[in-house]
């Protein structure tokens, strides 16, 4: 049972690159999330998807974008590649929206380094 | 907007001692609260929430949170710690389409 797979683990960019970062689960939900974790700052909500061809901003969207084609992936991709973008990055689904309280299933994560 | 608090950065405990990791809440209208869990190089796991009903809510790996409305508090609690207790561990709160996190709390279990 896979869960949320998100590729790859570790990445190092220089400014002004671009890169995708891949999110994949197979569990059949609906609702699929991209959060970056920063230092003591909690996680931030960049962009989510309720469902295939829906996706929509979050907190922190700025320097990214996102696509959502089939229900069982939600890459994200950044274009050009800036030092505030070096974070760990985590791609989460959910059977329900989080509107009906239903608990989010996380990826291990992408750590992002800009330089 | 909901939010979440934190107030401690670090919770250091003896294991086979109660422990508790604190937070706080601030929302307009009921409160839907989670406790997730942190492991080195993973994603987040979800442990409890609280929606509505007992104030006291058990949770996976014998942990359990109090909610208490006149402090608007959830705190964390586990009766007897282990040391593979030890973790970052985040409160969240529901907020329309997103989950609001706090800046988590590294729990530290010593032998």
Not at chain 1, 100 to 115: A, C, E
Not at chain 2, 22 to 42: A, D, E, H, I
Not at chain 2, 55 to 70: D, H, I, R, T
């Amino acid at each position: 049972n896979a869960g949320v797979t998100q590729t790859p683990k570790f990445r190092i960019l220089k400014i002004g690159q671009s890169m995708t970062l891949q999110c994949t689960q197979d569990m059949n939900h609906n609702y699929m999330y991209w959060y970056r974790q920063d230092p003591g700052m909690g996680l931030k909500l960049i962009y989510y998807s309720v469902g295939a061809g829906i996706t929509d901003k979050g907190e922190v969207p700025n320097g990214y974008n996102v696509s959502r084609s089939t229900t069982e992936d939600f890459p994200l991709r950044l274009e050009l590649a800036a030092p505030s973008q070096t974070s760990v990055y985590f791609c989460a689904s959910s059977y329900l929206e989080v509107a009906y309280n239903s608990p989010l299933h996380f990826g291990n994560g992408t750590r992002l380094t800009v330089t | 907007a909901q939010s979440v608090a934190q107030p401690e950065d670090q919770v250091n405990v003896a294991e086979g001692n109660p422990l508790t990791v604190k937070c706080t809440y601030s929302v307009s209208g009921n409160p839907y609260l989670f406790w997730y869990v942190q492991y080195p190089n993973r994603g987040l796991q979800f442990l409890l929430k609280y929606i509505t009903g007992d104030n006291l809510v058990k949770g996976s790996y014998g942990f359990e949170a109090e909610f208490n409305k006149s402090q608007t508090s959830f705190h964390l609690k586990k009766p007897s710690a282990l040391v593979s207790d030890s973790a970052l561990y985040f409160c969240a709160v529901r907020d329309v389409d997103d989950m609001r996190f706090g800046a988590g709390t590294r729990l530290t279990v010593k032998p």
